[in-house]
């Protein structure tokens, strides 16, 4: 009976411990989510965020609060994601530029993507668009080239921020395209195009979804994509690679994180609602139809993608010789 009663305390012992790890996973979530987005209202990401944290909170019986923390090319909420309580109740939208880039740009990033973020993930991406003004003298890609090998001075390209798929990808066009660049960093994105439309800059790489109605309302010409093949949304622009330029094809991407050590119940149950809400019929519509490429991958994936860009844009990020402080 000794022995019996040992057993049995032993046994409860571990069934008290254990219970907290598993009863949050099992009930979660029982209050709304926070989907944390490094953007302003009405731009790219936030169309994202909002257009999915609807169907995410309808799947998971909770209303989805978007939390805009706009500054430093999403760094700020990243940031903010990376330091909170690992339970699944914040959700980072991150994407290339504060996830991937960061790290190689920065000398004193104040979080470590690799180290304190976690994969739920990859929801959709969105390739780039080579604008100018409308009043460029630039017809197509070939003149424009053809003008900055000839400038006498660095042809000035807007930047949404220092350490932006749009900052590297000016860099990476100008070493394709035999010319020096003189990157304009905005710390909003309206104050950039803003800009480019007044013609106080030249050019700019600007994401599919921001680019196509600005090139349809006549501010401003499109002379080539980084996509694989034409934007159905662009039908007369060509891509980079049908102009020789294969090599310039960055997209932007985006996924969700967690904070890491988050429980893998409660990533799976994320997982399971995010990959069901961007493949919902209506928002994979909307989604499109605002020019991004719909996705929906398995955490697994989605960290091999994370490794696989941040490799890459470290390499590129060192041939610039870019490093901030």
């Not at 965020?49 to 609807?54: C, D, F, I, K, P």
């Not at 980072?92 to 920065?106: D, F, K, Q, R, T």
Request: overall charge positive.
């Amino acid at each position: 009976m000794s022995l019996r009663r040992v057993l049995l305390s032993s046994l409860l012992s571990c069934l008290v411990v254990g219970a907290p790890s598993i009863a949050p996973a099992q009930s979660f979530p029982d209050r709304p989510p926070k989907l944390v987005v490094g953007f302003p209202p009405g731009t790219g990401p936030d169309v994202v965020a909002r257009t999915v944290g609807q169907r995410l909170g309808e799947l998971l019986r909770q209303s989805v609060v978007i939390d805009n923390r706009a500054g430093a090319g999403g760094q700020i909420a990243a940031q903010a994601v990376a330091k909170s309580p690992a339970d699944g109740y914040t959700v980072l939208l991150g994407e290339v530029g504060s996830i991937a880039i960061a790290p190689a740009a920065y000398a004193r990033l104040p979080y470590d993507p690799a180290r304190e973020l976690v994969a739920v993930s990859e929801v959709v991406r969105s390739d780039f668009v080579l604008v100018v003004p409308a009043g460029s003298p630039a017809k197509d890609l070939a003149a424009f080239l053809d003008a900055a090998r000839a400038a006498k001075d660095r042809v000035n390209f807007a930047t949404f921020g220092a350490g932006t798929p749009g900052h590297f990808g000016a860099e990476v066009l100008a070493e394709q395209g035999r010319f020096k660049v003189e990157p304009v960093h905005y710390r909003v994105t309206g104050d950039a195009i803003t800009a480019l439309v007044a013609g106080d800059v030249q050019a700019a790489f600007v994401s599919t979804a921001l680019a196509v109605p600005q090139v349809r309302g006549g501010k401003l010409r499109a002379l080539a994509t980084t996509a694989a093949a034409r934007l159905p949304q662009l039908p007369d622009v060509p891509t980079f690679a049908e102009a020789g330029l294969p090599k310039v094809d960055f997209s932007a991407w985006f996924a969700l994180f967690v904070p890491a050590g988050t429980p893998a119940p409660v990533l799976e149950a994320l997982n399971r609602a995010a990959v069901a809400a961007v493949q919902t019929p209506e928002v994979k519509q909307k989604l499109q139809e605002a020019g991004f490429a719909v996705l929906g991958s398995s955490p697994a994936e989605a960290e091999r993608m994370v490794r696989a860009e941040t490799a890459r844009w470290a390499g590129i990020v060192k041939a610039t010789g870019f490093k901030a402080d």
